[in-house]
């Protein structure tokens, strides 16, 4: 019972974590080797990933 819950809040903050520099894998493994309250923690500190613009083409 409380390894799934450990291993549901690890897939959760990977889940949270996909859009953050370390990625679902990454907040995954995060919260397996240490703990997923550890993982949220770094969650809530880490900046979002933003989308990286486009370069658009200028028409003549």
Known sequence: ???TLYL???VLS????RN????????FFI????TPFVSLLVLLLAKTRLAEPKETEEQQ
């Not at 990977?14 to 974590?17: E, I, K, L």
């Not at 953050?20 to 907040?27: E, H, L, Q």
């Open 14 to 17: 990977g889940y949270w974590g």
């Open 20 to 27: 953050t520099f370390a990625g679902p894998i990454g907040f």
């Open 1 to 3: 019972m409380l390894v």
């Open 31 to 34: 919260g397996l080797i240490f």
């Open 8 to 10: 549901v809040l690890c």
